[in-house]
Each structure stands twice: as structure tokens, then as C-alpha cells.
């Protein structure tokens, strides 16, 4: 086993030990703490619920409809032209909305065209490389009843972009 895999392995456990220790050593009811906590994240879990089956369903709608797939077909052309596979592109469209259905496309490409394809690593880069942005907005910033979200809706998708076009730079130069 190498170095690297050993800290991995080792790296949470340890930490927790470190936080129990020094907690024990403050005289801080740890156990308390991580009960109330345990609490508050049921609580935390039933109020995102509505915004958590409100995504499902639009996501389920943008697929099912056929939208995404008219839309791929209307800009395939202009993809070809810059070299960036068709295939990708639902990918880059529903990762920002669920990271669930971004994994499940994930696989589905992966399966389709090989992992060691390029459009399997330029999946799996893309899937590293961006963030659930509208989902995060819209679960958190509901659950806390944050309003007005345009500032971060605007950086969060431009740093999609910037990862989408990044993953598509990198994975062109390194295995392209």
C-alpha cells in the first residue's frame, strides 16, 4: 500500500480522534452536541423537501418533453465545428441544476462510450470540474428564505462555465 493511500485511509479517523480528544479536553459535551445536531438536520431535511421535489420534477420535465433533445439537435452543427462531442452536452446543461441526474448521465456515457474514451473523461473531468449551482441556490437559499439570489446565481454559473470549459481545454490537450 502506498504513502498517499495509507493518509487517506487514516485522514478522517484521525481527525475525528483529534476532535474528540480536544473537545473531552475543554470539558465540551460532545455527545449532547451531536445529538442536538442530529436534530436540527431532520428538521433541516423536511424543510428542503419541497424544494428538493420541486427540482426533481423540472428536470424530469425538461427530459421527458424532449426539449433537451431538440435543443442538442439544433446546435450539433456548431459543436462539430469547435470539436466538442454532442454527446456531452446534456451533461453540461443538467449539472448545474442536479448532481443526481449530472451522475446518471455520467454513467450512461461512460457506459455507452468507455471510460478511457474521450468523451468518458470529458464527462467524468466535467462532472469534477462543475457544481449543482441551481440547486444549491435553491435549497439553501429557500431553506433559509434568502430572496434575492441574482448576484449569486450570476458567479455560481459562470464558474460552471468556466469548469465546463476548462474540462473541455484540459482533456483536449491531455488525452485529445
Known amino acids: ?39 436540527e438536520g431532520i428538521k433541516m431535511a423536511f424543510s428542503l423537501l419541497p424544494f428538493l421535489v420541486g427540482m426533481i420534477v423540472s428536470i424530469s420535465i425538461l427530459r421527458s418533453s424532449g426539449a433537451l433533445d431538440a435543443l442538442i439537435d439544433t446546435i450539433s452543427p456548431l459543436l462539430a465545428l469547435i470539436g466538442i462531442p454532442p454527446e456531452i452536452v446534456p451533461l453540461a446543461l443538467v449539472r448545474p441544476i442536479s448532481g443526481t441526474a449530472a451522475l446518471g448521465m455520467t454513467t450512461e456515457i ?13 464527462a467524468s473531468t466535467m462532472q469534477g470540474s462543475t457544481d449543482t449551482t441551481l440547486y444549491i441556490i435553491t435549497i439553501y437559499f429557500g431553506a433559509v428564505g434568502i430572496k434575492r439570489m441574482g448576484n449569486a446565481l450570476k458567479v455560481g454559473l459562470l464558474a460552471d462555465l468556466i469548469g465546463i470549459i476548462a474540462s473541455i481545454l484540459v482533456v483536449r490537450m491531455i488525452f485529445g
Do not use: Q
Open 110 to 122: 461512460i457506459g455507452n462510450h468507455g471510460p478511457d474514451s474521450f468523451i468518458g473523461r470529458l
Open 1 to 39: 500500500m502506498n504513502v498517499v493511500t495509507t493518509i487517506s485511509i487514516w485522514m478522517i479517523p484521525c481527525f475525528l480522534l483529534i476532535v474528540l480528544v480536544v473537545a473531552t479536553w475543554k470539558k465540551i459535551p460532545t455527545y449532547e452536541l451531536f445529538a442536538e445536531g442530529g436534530k
